[in-house]
């Protein structure tokens, strides 16, 4: 009895494969290599952006010590702020913050039309004053805040 069936070929002992060529493991080492980059690329974005937010969070505190420091002094008082600069920058209290010294308070203040905010005037007597604390970090500006503050 034959048969026509082909027999398929045996392959012999050495053609057998047993693990991976030499080209795949490297292709392996790039993609691996290409994802560990982009995950250090992630963390390093992710820690500049954290130093970022904590830098702004310190600067507006900062700005908000200013500003609590202005409240406590009457109308008359305010003009005598303009142009003043703190280095270390002082607290609401007006103490100095000896730690931060690589911080700096910067003060304007500006006569401002009491219809028209915008609009800075020479006035003697001013009606309205607008306020803005400038705070830099090591000569770099990190934030302002800008109020107003009116005559009674």
């Known amino acids: 009895m034959w048969s026509n ?7 012999s002992p050495r053609r057998q494969r047993r ?3 030499l080209i795949e493991a490297s292709m392996t080492t790039v993609i691996v290599g290409i994802g560990v980059l982009a995950l250090m690329e992630l963390l390093a974005s992710g820690t500049v952006s954290n130093i970022r ?3 702004m969070t310190t600067g507006v505190n900062l700005a908000k010590n200013i500003r609590e420091l202005a409240l406590q002094k009457t109308f008359a008082e305010l003009p005598a702020m303009n142009n003043v600069s703190r280095k270390p920058p002082i607290d609401s209290r007006g103490e100095e913050l000896t730690d931060m010294s690589e911080w700096q308070q910067e003060i ?3 006569s401002v039309d009491p219809s ?6 020479p006035a003697a007597t001013p009606q309205a ?3 803005t604390a400038t705070i830099n970090r090591n000569g770099r500006k990190v934030c302002d805040l800008h109020w107003f503050s009116f005559a009674p």
Do not use: C, Y
Request: avoid cysteine; charge should be positive.
């Open 5 to 11: 069936r082909v027999q398929p070929a045996r392959r």
């Open 19 to 21: 693990g991976f060529t």
């Open 53 to 55: 937010g904590t830098e």
């Open 108 to 110: 304007k203040v500006e």
């Open 116 to 121: 028209l905010l915008t609009t800075p005037l």
């Open 129 to 131: 004053l607008r306020i």
